[in-house]
């Protein structure tokens, strides 16, 4: 063919118009994870989150820190200086910090002017995670890090990793909330040919976004019936759920079973995906994973098999995209999307992202513009 | 001195305006080589043409197909897919597109949307040579391939090869119309010092420029003399025709001999080269080369040796003009450039292909701007 | 803190507005070093010089040459060319140029076109120094390179070293008006603590700005102490002034004696160090140092520790700046500078550099734009 339709193409790109995509402002007033917490220690550790470069060390009591990584006087990497208890020392001419931020000593005068400082980032501790503020101070308030219980519970051993991915977060979230991508780029790996064309259930609430799979009956990849014992089972049962959380986070739960066993009287095994993602770029991305079981939790084997199985799979996501991140960053006039059916919590999902951007921009709420 | 006069660096600039460079547009509605057929298999092949991304196979009948490399869903590239018999499966999310770029599967639904699809490009094998029509589609029965007979001849010795380019179409092919060069980025190789001096005559037609050079008597370098037989003769002859076809095409045909002996009874060899280009981005070049003789057609040594040697020379322009590259590419407003007697045809020629790239703009013809 | 209050930040950015940094233009009209004048021989150099590139060779009576590096006829760099005798030859297609930058002679022509050549640059060696004027033709005389004598002295003895710095020269220049930062970026090398809060004396003319520093009763870094026997003596004097003589060049001189002992009656030990400063592009750097002693003069192991002692606290600079360039090649509307006390004589000079880089944009002087 040639192309499509004009009128179809010109509807594409109006329905476009409307959807976050790769050059969205990020969003600022929002929880993002900063770190794993136990990457923050008395070293001080730089990274850009949403663009911003930031320092993070932990005080001497062990409370983590996070500061613009910029001095005030000649914008000097703060992460290149060293700490002396819990004043960061900037390497260059040696201005001094406290936890807040707050200059108090230039080293070549008596008197430290007043005033004077970095912003310091709120920081929110929990489990492995460690979240941070970059929005509108004056907003703190307003939102709370999304709460991750099982992360922490007793019956459920936890798995974590993380990629620098080389690709934007809306693509990242768009492919989490189409799982049909499992039958294809995840064949050799977590996906089955059936998963694409399994039923759905939808409940797409404002900032809120959930998919249902029912995959039954089905057979299961490697990974899951060799580590829950249902392997080769044609009767196996596969009830994924994927949910948008916030901007920084999508979780996927899947439950399998033995479909040909009563529900009363069979065992279910439950995993958990906390997909958690921090821009660093327009076109990059930190992507921190935390993965969970409810079964066969003392055994080491398996819960290595498992974190191998499932990090290459998850790797395929990074390579994938970052193929697809050469093709959009290109993007021109020209280009269009076609969205179907299955693309509908996706849709709400970016529609979302960019009515929160156009929201901080319109009312000039991203915090670096507001003293 | 300082600089040139200033009426004089004014006219420079002022002739230069209608002058086809770097930064000129392509020309989109002319024929291009997109890959020597051997190169498109079975395997997904991807190569941007005129900064498209394009991907390349063959059908099980051994057909070539060329489409748009991203799918019309989420733009993933379509060569990161893979073949099921003739039909290209999406590596993402498995849309499916038959050898016309129509849509005809999707697999999380029943019912496959219609007129969805990717662009397909006409094709046109010949030879070694596939040809591909990336303009508009209106217009493909308007311009023929450039048709090289030699190129299939029995009775010539043909040999190819390819460099990836790092530098612009119009330089090359200014390149190949100003052999004068040959005397000196080529001294060590193919050219030799009176080259750049002999006389010559021109025929330059409306988008067909050609530029006949007598070289006599001259000695050979050895690429030439070693396997004509005429090595140490200083009475022979190199008679050189280069000729810009098409902004795809230049051709270089030689004719070698002695000039002592008698027209009627002496050996004459003849060589062609196929010079073909093919804009990747606006500094860089698909650089296909076909060589041809006419003699020593089944002795391999001088194959082999030939081929070295041209290689050698052919890598020369590459080195030379990516240095030269590096250069126009920082071109501002200060930038002219002086033109001598020789440059005619290359000035004849870069205005045609100016005037081409204008048309197409003037006309929105573009392929891509078009429904 | 959140932020400093808005005044002050605005404050901070009207203070800003007339001070030169990383993106204020060049300033062409004075005198830079192109090289060192053993770098050009008779092997052609190409060298990029306040973004102009630049092809350096010596004519055969020994006589440095400079001239623009891109041939007037089709703008390839001629530092790829050869030299046959004086005569510059372009490596493209033989076009001669003789060491004033004038075309002599068109190698497919019997007469070569009058008053067409490139810029020939004026040259002038000192000592161990090749300095060249990009600036304006007409402006040469108007001023003279800085004068280094004791490069030159009998009595002195010097070491040289280059590095490729990742920064801009406006950055370098106020790194080194303000040496409080040996206390902290040359903590292990070259610095003492005592070194940032020791009293100062400014002495700030047009175009001339001076900083004298007292750090007495001190103790002697390694490299100071071991070489002038005042290692361990916590008496010591350490006299350090530094100067920016011009956009080109910054000279650092210092004193050391051990103030224990009567003035006329204690050795006195003196070290110059000439930081000079040719821009490449915005963001990069020919920095050469040329550094000279008076005592032990004879003694080479002690030359040898010093200058890799010294070597290594400037790659020091080198390695910090290079990371403050990422950072401030990222600033934006947002970002500001706080200046203190010690600041005084890097502001001065960065509101020279600043006007002087005005004014050339003013008058339009910048050579490139004037016939």
Not at 78 to 100: A, I
Not at 145 to 171: A, K, Q, T
Not at 298 to 312: C, R, S, T, V
Not at 350 to 363: M, N, T, W
Request: charged share 20%.
């Amino acid at each position: 063919m040639s192309l499509p339709p004009p009128n179809l193409i010109a509807n594409a790109r109006k329905a476009m118009a409307v959807l976050a995509h790769r050059d969205t402002p990020f969003i600022f007033n929002e929880w993002y994870v900063a770190a794993f917490g136990n990457e923050v220690t008395r070293q001080l550790l730089s990274r850009t989150l949403l663009g911003k470069r930031v320092v993070l060390y932990r005080s001497e009591s062990g409370q983590a820190v996070a500061l613009e990584d910029r001095c005030a006087h000649r914008s000097y990497p703060l992460s290149r200086g060293h700490l002396e208890g819990d004043v960061l020392v900037c390497g260059y001419h040696g201005f001094r910090y406290d936890t807040q931020g707050e200059l108090i000593n230039v080293p070549s005068q008596h008197n430290c002017p007043r005033g004077i400082g970095v912003r310091e980032y709120p920081l929110f501790e929990q489990g492995l995670l460690l979240w941070i503020w970059l929005g509108d101070p004056a907003l703190l308030g307003t939102r709370q890090p999304p709460r991750l219980d099982w992360i922490e519970m007793p019956d459920w051993e936890c798995s974590s990793g993380y990629f620098h991915h080389p690709g934007n977060y809306v693509s990242m979230h768009e492919n989490l909330m189409d799982l049909t991508h499992l039958s294809f780029l995840h064949a050799s790996t977590i996906g089955t040919p059936d998963y694409a064309s399994a039923p759905y259930e939808l409940d797409l609430k404002e900032g809120h976004y959930k998919l249902m799979r029912n995959v039954v009956p089905t057979t299961l990849s490697p990974v899951w019936g060799k580590t829950t014992g249902l392997d080769g089972v044609n009767t196996a049962a596969r009830i994924a759920t994927s949910e948008f959380l916030s901007p920084a986070l999508h979780q996927v739960s899947v439950t399998f079973y033995d479909s040909a066993l009563v529900p009363d009287n069979r065992p279910e095994f439950h995993i958990r995906t906390a997909h958690i993602l921090t821009p660093k770029t327009q076109g990059s991305l930190h992507y921190f994973i935390v993965h969970g079981r409810d079964f066969a939790l003392d055994d080491k084997a398996i819960g290595e098999f498992m974190h191998e199985q499932l990090f290459a799979a998850f790797n395929e996501d990074v390579e994938g995209l970052g193929a697809l991140e050469s093709v959009i960053q290109e993007a021109n006039e020209d280009s269009y999307e076609i969205s179907v059916a299955s693309d509908a919590p996706a849709i709400a999902m970016r529609r979302y992202l960019k009515k929160r951007a156009d929201a901080e921009a319109d009312e000039k709420l991203i915090a670096t513009d507001r003293p």
